[in-house]
């Protein structure tokens, strides 16, 4: 089974608007981070925002805030008020608390979405 | 503070060849891991290393050695290169934090490798 699921292949947000980018994730291991990454066509990896599994409050960092609903294992982004910098493709990821099995706590990547933010 | 650095940027192999690519952190990170990403498979582990001299192998090893002689670098070696193994290359680092489900990847700019 999938352990990060990203649906949406692409996504198209009309500039100044927010986006809500969806992730739902997998696992039996009661620790566990989540988070964003976006990569610009340029190529690289930027963090954006962390989620933990025992965090009470969504996570917020500027633009971005993290709608965690841990019953659904959900953790959807929000971007909001998008800009033309916005568009590029994002990443979902988690790490379990279990180290998922192995010594160094396993990053798990979804397969990602692209967003187009337009004008 | 430059962060995490990866040369080459960009690489043509031809089949057979062999290359290293070096990955470089200045942020005294104890825990260092090499992916690829391929079209719509996402990031991939390679191998990785919880610290000086240390390695392992991670979910697609298989065509690939690392080693970790500095505790800031981590290379990447192909001995034998094959087609299958174009792919954008990334070098990431974190801390090694006792809760490492809160550890944060911080990742280099990618190295995008084409064997013809």
């Known amino acids: 089974a999938q352990k990060i699921t990203q649906t949406q292949p692409g996504m198209f947000v009309q500039e100044k608007e927010a986006v809500t980018l969806d992730c739902t994730y997998d696992t039996s291991d009661p620790s566990y981070g989540l988070f964003w990454y976006k990569q610009p066509s340029s190529g690289e990896m930027i963090f954006l925002i962390y989620q933990g599994s025992y965090d009470q409050q969504n996570a917020t960092e500027g ?57 | 503070n430059a962060g995490v650095t990866q040369t080459p940027k960009f690489r043509v192999l031809k089949t057979g060849q062999s290359m290293t690519l070096l990955c470089a952190q200045d942020m005294n990170h104890e825990y260092m891991y090499w992916y690829r990403q391929d079209p719509g498979m996402g990031l991939r582990l390679i191998h990785y290393s919880v610290g ?61 490798l084409t064997v013809l």
């Open chain 2, 52 to 112: 000086e001299g240390t390695t392992a192998k991670g979910e697609v090893p298989d065509g690939y050695n690392v080693s970790r002689l500095k505790k800031q670098n981590f290379l990447l070696g192909l001995e034998s290169a094959a087609p299958s193994q174009t792919s954008v290359y990334f070098c990431a680092s974190s801390y090694s934090l006792v809760e490492i489900y809160t550890d944060t990847q911080y990742f280099g700019p990618g190295t995008r």
């Open chain 1, 63 to 119: 633009r971005y805030s993290l709608n965690f609903q841990k019953a659904r294992k959900s953790a959807n982004l929000v971007i909001s008020a998008s800009q033309l910098g916005d568009s590029a493709m994002y990443f979902c990821a988690m790490r379990e608390g279990n180290a998922g099995g192995t010594s160094y706590g396993k990053l798990t990547f979804g397969q990602g979405t692209i967003l187009t933010v337009h004008p």
